[in-house]
């Protein structure tokens, strides 16, 4: 496998599941992020991870709960969802975090999980 | 804080004809990248640029920054179905960390 991998693709989930998502990067980078994308909106950073290291956290609901185990392994886990959580969530990864101007920050996406809560 | 404005939000265009997207800063911007997005799938990364000035080409592709570094535009030369999705442009709000902010993509559809 190259690049970055998402699992599952697709997920329905009622609102009192709990679910994870995960995400796989390939490329030995050392930051790792999670976005969402909700229809007609921009996508919204939810985390981010630098060496292991939680260094954003943007706002998020704690029904999301972020876990980076390693530099290669991202996770999010879901309980208690909301209807409106219903979106396209992408992890991506760089060489390195944040406005270095020097292309090591280039993010790198994953196919992305459709997540439909019921 | 800073806000990427594309434009047009979506264009409909016929085979074999050019066009052009742009992307617009509030602030400086430090790195520009533009990305594509086939629908429901993940972001591919096209170009990034960061001088100003700076004009970069893949395929039929040519992205440019302007010297203010404040505005972006992507031009495709000769379209075809494939290069159908939406394009995003994205850019970092500073040059010390910080989070890549995004636009809110451009529309495009190819009639072959």
């Known amino acids: 496998e190259t690049g970055v991998t998402q699992t599952p693709r697709h997920l329905v989930m009622g609102m009192t599941n709990k679910k994870s998502l995960k995400c796989e990067q390939h490329l030995g980078h050392n930051a790792m992020y999670w976005y969402k994308q909700s229809a007609k909106k921009p996508l919204e950073l939810m985390f981010v991870?630098?060496?292991?290291?939680?260094?954003e956290n943007n706002s998020v609901p704690s029904r999301f709960s972020p876990e980076c185990p390693n530099s290669s392994h991202l996770f999010l886990h879901l309980h208690t969802l909301q209807p409106e959580d219903s979106a396209l969530y992408l992890c991506?990864?760089?060489?390195?975090?944040?406005?270095?101007?020097?292309?090591?920050?280039?993010?790198?996406f994953g196919p992305g999980t459709r997540l439909t809560v019921l | 804080s800073q806000e990427l404005e594309q434009s047009p939000q979506s264009l409909i265009v016929q085979e074999g004809k050019n066009l052009t997207i742009n992307c617009t800063s509030s602030?400086?911007?430090?790195?520009l990248y533009w990305y594509k997005q086939k629908y429901g799938e993940g972001l591919i990364f096209l170009m990034m640029l960061q001088k100003g000035g700076e004009e970069k080409s893949h395929e039929k592709i040519t992205a440019k920054l302007d010297e203010k570094k404040q505005q972006s535009s992507l031009h495709i030369t000769a379209s075809q179905p494939s290069h159908a999705g939406i394009y995003l442009c994205?850019?970092?709000?500073?040059?010390?960390?910080?989070?890549?902010?995004f636009g809110q993509g451009t529309e495009l559809s190819v009639k072959p």
């Open positions: 991506a990864s760089s060489q390195d975090w944040g406005g270095t101007g020097l292309g090591t920050d280039t993010q790198y």
């Open positions: 991870y630098s060496l292991e290291e939680r260094v």
């Open positions: 994205g850019a970092y709000q500073s040059n010390q960390g910080g989070k890549l902010i």
């Open positions: 602030k400086t911007l430090y790195g």
